[in-house]
């Protein structure tokens, strides 16, 4: 790694990547190797892809956490801390604006048209999403029966999501004591080896790096409970998303299903077509795909007195309690990342949750699915449990096409995401106003 990149350059450097980060994760990181390893050459290969690993094993955007932990790598915890920023803040500007676009004008015909052509790119982005980490993640008809098991708890008997990661991870630790006992490795760890560029962060300065980010991340979320109540709607947006930050193993995708449910029918912050719209923007705009969480909290806030001021408020704090841990977890972990990528152990437990993740996906495309395929469903109700069901008679059947075609261009003719987009919502326009 090289030792001579000015903290300008790297500055200039992360800023355009914050502009460019479309894709979502998977072009994301294929961004920033193109830029930092092939052009810029400020980080290698084997040691790109050695921070990729140690950022999938955690909770939230592993695409932003990429980012902090290479800046970190090239200038220490300001170089992380403006690398992660960067990376966000674009993308956070975009969608307050549009947030506030959409409270507006939601309601116009337009708008309506656009998103209706969007949401289908939105399923097939999603059904990819789904396919890639299943070629991954299933290694063994085990991970097959985790990732059934996991998509039944939450679409079927509607168990909590922390508790289907929890299970998936203590049934990974129960495996490989299995196999252990018996001799056998079922999990092999990537090997570990000496980082280009050795850490030298003295003991306190982590300490006071760790405290910082923690102060940073809860201090806001209890002085809004005992100001302004728990119960109240920044209260309640402080805990679910403070919650959602430290379980987002798999990124955005596995855990919006959880997010949308809560939003929607515990919380009432948004109606599923918001929902649905609000991941349909985030899809067009830089930056992490978890940015829609910045829209459910917006949409929170404005719903509770209609104030677009409340609404950028609740967004904003929102923001802060879903990527404060973010910056924790790679501050905390990364002088210690060699450890913990030789546990075996820890390689077991995470392969189970990774499986499992891959039935959290599956119940977040059905859902979606449900939302915009039909414009019906109904409940099936066995043994006191009520999975809902497509009423087939409603099939939207040019929603049907529009998603096809957006699978079609985006796994085979490998059509740029962007222009997708655009071609979605253009469809949308013509197919409402013509039909």
Not at 46 to 65: I, K
Not at 77 to 95: D, K, N, R
Not at 273 to 281: E, K, R, S, V
Request: net charge positive; hydrophobic share 55%.
């Amino acid at each position: 790694m090289r030792r001579d990149i000015s903290f300008t350059d790297a500055l200039r450097v992360w800023l355009k990547i914050g502009f460019l980060s479309f894709g979502g994760p998977a072009g994301q990181i294929a961004l920033m190797h193109r830029i930092l390893v092939e052009e810029k050459r400020w980080i290698g290969e084997q040691q790109f892809l050695y921070a990729l690993n140690y950022c999938m094993l955690l909770p939230g955007p592993e695409a932003q956490q990429l980012a902090t932990y290479i800046g970190w790598l090239l200038h220490r915890t300001l170089g992380g801390l403006v690398a992660g920023l960067l990376f966000i803040l674009p993308g956070l500007a975009v969608v307050l604006g549009l947030s506030v676009l959409y409270a507006l004008f939601h309601e116009t015909a337009i708008l309506n048209s656009i998103f209706y052509g969007l949401k289908p790119v939105v399923l097939a982005i999603v059904g990819l999403a789904l396919w890639r980490l299943s070629m991954r993640a299933i290694r063994s008809s085990f991970h097959s029966i985790l990732a059934v098991a996991a998509f039944l708890a939450l679409f079927v008997f509607n168990l909590p999501f922390p508790l289907v990661i929890l299970a998936a991870g203590v049934s990974g630790l129960i495996r490989y004591w299995i196999y252990e006992r018996n001799g056998t490795a079922i999990i092999s760890p990537a090997p570990s080896s000496p980082r280009e560029n050795p850490d030298n962060t003295s003991g306190k300065s982590w300490l006071a790096v760790v405290l910082a980010c923690l102060v940073i991340w809860i201090v806001p979320v209890i002085w809004i409970g005992l100001a302004k109540g728990w119960h109240s709607t920044l209260g309640e947006v402080g805990i679910f998303f403070s919650k959602m930050a430290v379980v987002t193993f798999g990124g955005a995708y596995a855990v919006l299903s959880y997010v949308g449910q809560q939003a929607v029918s515990r919380y009432g912050w948004l109606s599923p077509d918001d929902m649905i719209n609000g991941l349909a923007m985030a899809e067009t705009t830089p930056g992490p795909l978890i940015l829609v969480l910045s829209f459910v909290a917006f949409m929170a806030g404005y719903n509770s007195d209609g104030s677009l001021i409340t609404g950028l408020g609740t967004s904003l704090f929102a923001t802060l309690v879903t990527f404060a841990p973010c910056f924790l977890f790679i501050f905390a972990g990364a002088p210690f990342i060699e450890r913990l990528r030789g546990n075996q152990l820890a390689a077991s437990a995470l392969s189970a949750v990774t499986a499992a993740v891959v039935g959290v996906i599956a119940n977040l495309g059905v859902w979606f699915a449900l939302t915009v395929l039909f414009k019906t469903t109904t409940a099936l109700s066995f043994y006191g449990i009520s999975p809902r069901i497509p009423v087939w008679s409603s099939l939207d059947v040019a929603a049907f096409v529009l998603s096809i075609l957006a699978l079609a261009a985006l796994h085979w003719w490998r059509w740029n995401l962007g222009v997708v987009l655009v071609l979605g919502g253009l469809a949308g326009l013509v197919i409402t106003r013509v039909f």
